[in-house]
């Protein structure tokens, strides 16, 4: 698939579904892939496997070929398949290129999670990614001290499809999309629907979900009302998506991939617990709390 084809699907909204477990904690592809499935088939424009709600960290490499091969089983060409990627350098370039030969369209690295990564180092690791890579690439940019340099670097790159901009830095966001050559990736908000709008007004386009699991036509709803400029419907809309994201801020962000799961499971699909260090399961009265939320989103 193009970066051009790539580039327009991250315009739109980029879903990540959660990974389905076993009774004994594997990874279930057949589960897996019903998960991509229903959230392809509800016309999300970009899927990301096996990304941070699909538990990207937790799962090992192996494993993340499983998931990226349930996601392209589950899509079936329905929408651009992401592959998640990450970790080593020499781990990531053999993820990208294993991807590839699944039939993956992209793949996104996740950001060095080395505690003595330095900035522009960062900056090195995706644009050798981004070279030794087979398919487009998306970046991950999750960590803070970048500068627009170093941005307007990552955004050049040919091979680099867009910039998955997932921190509060607005003022370097904004500098770095002015700064950088609109032909270049496309920056995209990081952060879902609580910050899209924000992003957008400072020049983003498209963002990140983990609600399509769950309400893709709320995610999309958001999407249009961006698209059309109306600021008033996107906020209203991420008003009442407000309580469930605000659950998923629990615990330091530690069940932010649990609420997800027990939506999906509530829905009928049962996905199994989060594994640790991710929070297992809610508690009883967070359960409850999630249930009359998600009952009140079907009226």
Known sequence: MSIATIRQALKGVSGVPVTAYDDRGEVEPRITAKVYHRVAAAGIHNIVAAGNTGEFYALTPEEIRHVHEAAVAGVD???????????????????AKNAAVIGASAVMSHQPVDPFAAPAAQIDYFCDLAEASPLPLVAYVRADGFSVDDMVRLAGHANIAGIKFATTDLMLLS?????????????VCGLAESWAPTFTAAGARGFTSGLVNVAPQLSLAVLDALDRGDFAAARAIVNKLEPFERMRTKFR????????????????LNVGPVRVPGLPQLDQKDREELHRLLKDWEG
Request: net charge positive; proline share 4%; charged share 15%.
């Open 77 to 95: 060409g329905k929408a651009p398949v992401t592959a998640a990627i990450g970790r080593s350098l020499r781990e990531a370039i053999a993820m």
């Open 175 to 187: 500098r770095a999309i002015a700064a950088s050559d609109p032909a270049g990736a496309l920056f």
């Open 253 to 268: 962000n530690g069940a932010n991939v649990t609420v997800v799961k027990e939506a999906v499971t509530y829905s009928g």
